[in-house]
Structure formats: structure tokens, C-alpha cells
């Protein structure tokens, strides 16, 4: 079967196809634009219970964000929350206010849309050694895949951020569901890396048995498995507590501007911008553009443009109340990794997102409480996974070492920031060994000449 034949739709709508930029079937797309809310739920849901964040003006602001960056970038490039940022202000006393969250965001957007305009960020991202890149990506997704076994295993206190009692295996939010969920996406999506569409020629060279199992594939593939997995949620939703229908209230909130004080910018700056700008420096541009280029080999990021826009985003909304955001490596593979292929499916995120942002405001924060957490967790298990799986094309031992090295101290660490470093200086040690093994032997080379010069003939 031809490519393009397996999108006919797409094609004859050509106005429709060059718009959204299409590089798969409608499906593929919509069911990958859920693929990173097993992280933005949990932490968007955290902040407005523990930080009273402002739901309806974040799902308003991300909303925009999703719908620029899909028609900017051309890629399912995601928006995410400022992850660091959110672990001070929900787990550290006392609790940052929504004007110090606010201040921490701008601070760091500041810095990033810097570094991308003076060009410093694209040095970074052209100097910085694939080993050290790739080890944050296996500790980033190695966490996100620790986070999701624990959803899964046990219930969640989202407002301590702690696990509680083992999930039960009956139930609207029990270890069946979660199970039935993950073995639905694996059955539909297998490992994630396969493209089962055939030209005629190669369709022709296989076997009866073969067509058909390659067809099966096509079908499996086509389901659009992620997202009737979030849809099952929502309605989990109003079956574990119906009494939301009467809680929910029409209409977004107020958006108006937060009063800052001096004292705020410092505390935010302090506490939430010194921990979160080496992360965001490292996940949110720098691993985020490798991995593009993984995934999309022939589009390219510019590490430049990645970098301003993380920082117009949240020098925009952070004044209103809106979440800070960043652009994350996590979110990049788990959209990837259930159908996103081009900007479109983060158009529909986001006008998802500014739908209900608008219909049900801080309203829906009721919805969010109820969805099952095992169903969240299988989401990030896979997100964690295609990230982690970055790190596959380490081709020598040495560049096997500096990576796990790396990705073990930022994961014992907590820190991706400490763990660069280490991989920094492990990598510049590896090549100074090097460096001088190559003077050792060019001396015993040197002497071995001198000594034959010196021997006399006979």
C-alpha cells in the first residue's frame, strides 16, 4: 500500500493538510496530543489545590501556548509545567505563593530568552557532548517511569506529594484498570518504533501469513489507543462521584494581573529560579533538540528559537497568574510515542485546553481530582520509556559510561544540574586521559627514532 494512500482524506483537503502541517493520520495525531498529561494533571492539579493556582487562567495561557508553538514549530513540541518550580512551592515550607511562583517563571524565562537571544544557548547546545545529553534523558525518563510505577502501585496525596496505601485491584481507580489500560496501549502500540505501512512492492514480496499479520498491525496501530484511554478517564470521573455535574459552574475566571512586591521577586528568584534554570536550560531546550532531531531527523530545532520561546511564554503569562512553562524532552516523546507526528496534535491539546478553560474555568479542578491516577501513571510509564530509550545510540563503552554515570548521580541526586556537571567533568577527564596517552606515545616514539639514529651500522 502506497504512503500516502493511508491518509486519502488529508491529502485531497489540501488547504486543510498544509495549515495543520499532517504528517500522519487524524487519529495518529489526536491520540498523541494526550500523550504528556500523565505529568501536567498531577502537577497542575498539585499547585491549585496546595499554591491556589489559577486552573482556568493556566488552562486559558497553555492553551495559546500549545496552539503558537504547533504552528511555530510544526511538531508535537509540548507545554509543560516548570517542573522544579512546582516541587518547591507544593513540598517546601512555607508553601511559595502564586505571586513568588509567578516571579520564580518569569526569572527563568528571562534568563532563557537571554541565552537564545544572544545566541549563548546554541553554543551550549552545539558544545555540550551527546554522552552528557543523553544521560539526562535516561535520568529524566528513568524517573518519570519510577513516578508512574508508583501511581500505579499506590493511591496518591497529590497536596504532600507522597504515596499512600497500596491501590486496590477492584474499583474505579484500581489495579485492573490500570493494568487493562497499560496492556490496551501495548497491544495497539507495541513498542512504538515500528511504521506498518507498505508499498505494493514490498506488500507483494511477503507471504499470506505475513500480509495478514501485517495488516492486523495497520489496524492495531490506527486506534488512536491514548486517547480513548484519557476519554475512559473522564467518564471514570463522574461514575466515582456524580456530584461534580452540580459543582461544575459555567465561565472562566477573572484574568487580571497578580500584585508583586520586591519581596516576592527575591523569594522566587532564590528558592524557585536558581534550582529550576539548569533544568530548564538542560530538558526543556537542550535535550528537547536532540531528541527532535531522533525523532524527526529531516526538521531540525533551532536550540535559539526553542530558548525565546520558553521565554516569551512565561514572560506573558506569568504576570496574570498563568503556570509557568517550559518546553520538556518528556512531553516531546510521550506525544511521540502514542501518534504525533506534526504541530497538529498540540493545535488540538490546545484548543482542548481553551475550551474547557473557558466553559468550566477553576470549576474543572473537581474533574481533575476524581481521574484515576493508575490511568495517569500508565501514560508517564510510556512517556518515561520512549525518553529513556533516547539513550540507545551510545555506540562505545566510554560513551556508555559518561552517560550512566551521569544519569546515576542526577537521578541519586535529585538533580539533573549536579549530574551534568559530573558527566561535564568525567567526559573532559576521559579525553585528557586520552590526550595524554596520544603525548606518551608520540615521546616513546620519538625516543625509539633517536635511539635507532644513534645505533651504529655495520
Same mark, same amino acid.
Given at each position: 500500500m502506497d504512503t500516502s494512500s493511508a491518509t486519502p482524506i488529508l491529502h485531497q483537503n489540501r488547504w486543510w493538510h498544509r495549515f495543520l502541517r499532517l504528517k500522519t493520520t487524524l487519529s495518529s495525531e489526536l491520540s498523541g496530543a494526550v500523550g504528556d498529561?500523565?505529568?501536567?494533571i498531577p502537577i497542575v492539579l498539585t499547585l491549585t489545590l496546595v499554591s491556589h493556582l489559577d486552573l482556568s487562567?493556566?488552562? !486559558?495561557? #497553555?492553551? %495559546?501556548?500549545? !496552539?503558537? #508553538?504547533? %504552528?511555530?514549530f510544526g511538531l508535537p513540541m509540548p507545554v509543560q509545567p516548570m517542573k522544579s518550580i512546582a516541587a518547591v512551592a507544593v513540598s517546601e515550607l512555607p508553601h511559595l505563593t502564586t505571586a513568588q511562583i509567578a516571579t520564580a517563571g518569569a526569572t527563568t524565562a528571562a534568563t532563557l530568552l537571554i541565552l537564545g537571544a544572544t545566541g549563548l544557548m546554541s553554543f551550549f547546545y552545539r558544545f555540550i557532548p551527546l554522552p552528557v545529553v543523553r544521560g539526562v534523558q535516561l535520568s529524566q525518563g528513568l524517573s518519570f517511569a519510577f513516578s508512574a510505577i508508583k501511581y500505579i502501585r499506590y493511591n496518591q496525596n497529590f497536596v504532600t506529594s507522597k504515596s499512600t496505601t497500596r491501590r486496590s485491584w477492584l474499583g474505579l481507580d484500581g489495579l485492573i484498570l490500570a493494568i487493562s489500560s497499560l496492556l490496551f496501549l501495548v497491544l495497539t502500540t507495541g513498542s512504538g518504533g515500528h511504521n506498518h505501512t507498505t508499498n505494493n512492492n514490498d506488500n507483494?514480496?511477503?507471504?499470506?501469513s505475513q500480509r495478514r499479520v501485517s495488516k492486523r498491525l495497520r489496524v492495531l496501530s490506527a486506534i488512536p489507543s491514548a486517547l480513548i484511554v484519557f476519554l475512559f478517564g473522564l467518564v471514570f470521573c463522574f461514575i466515582r462521584d456524580p456530584s461534580i455535574i452540580k459543582d461544575l459552574k459555567f465561565g472562566p475566571s477573572r484574568i487580571q494581573p497578580l500584585k508583586i512586591t520586591w519581596e516576592d521577586w527575591k523569594i522566587g528568584f532564590l528558592r524557585g529560579a536558581i534550582p529550576q534554570i539548569p533544568l530548564s536550560i538542560l530538558n526543556s531546550v537542550i535535550a528537547v533538540c536532540k531528541l527532535s532531531t531522533d525523532l524527526f531527523p529531516d526538521h531540525e530545532l533551532s536550540a535559539t528559537k526553542v530558548s525565546v520561546s520558553v521565554g516569551i511564554m512565561n514572560l506573558v503569562g506569568c504576570w496574570f497568574g498563568a503556570m509557568p512553562v517550559c518546553h520538556g524532552a518528556g512531553g516531546l516523546a510521550g506525544q511521540y510515542r502514542f501518534g504525533a507526528r506534526s504541530g497538529a496534535s498540540v493545535i488540538f491539546l490546545g484548543?482542548?485546553?481553551?475550551?474547557?478553560?473557558?466553559?468550566?474555568?477553576?470549576s474543572f479542578v473537581r474533574i481533575l481530582n476524581q481521574f484515576p491516577i493508575g490511568i495517569l501513571g500508565v501514560l508517564l510509564l510510556f512517556a518515561g520509556i520512549e525518553l529513556?530509550?533516547?539513550?540507545?545510540?551510545?555506540?562505545?563503552?566510554?560513551?556508555?559510561?559518561?552517560?550512566?554515570v551521569c544519569a546515576a548521580v542526577s537521578l541519586t541526586g535529585s538533580s539533573a544540574a549536579l549530574g551534568f556537571g559530573c558527566g561535564i567533568l568525567l567526559h573532559l577527564l576521559l579525553k585528557l586521559r586520552s590526550m595524554e596517552c596520544s603525548c606518551f606515545g608520540f615521546l616513546r616514539s620519538k625516543s625509539s627514532a633517536s635511539a635507532v639514529e644513534s645505533t651504529p651500522s655495520v
Open positions: 498529561l500523565g505529568t501536567f487562567t493556566t488552562l !486559558i495561557f #497553555t492553551s %495559546l501556548y500549545n !496552539i503558537s #508553538t504547533g %504552528l511555530l507483494n514480496s511477503l507471504t499470506r484548543i482542548g485546553k481553551l475550551v474547557i478553560g473557558l466553559l468550566f474555568g477553576n529513556a530509550m533516547a539513550s540507545k545510540d551510545m555506540n562505545t563503552k566510554e560513551q556508555s559510561f559518561v552517560m550512566l
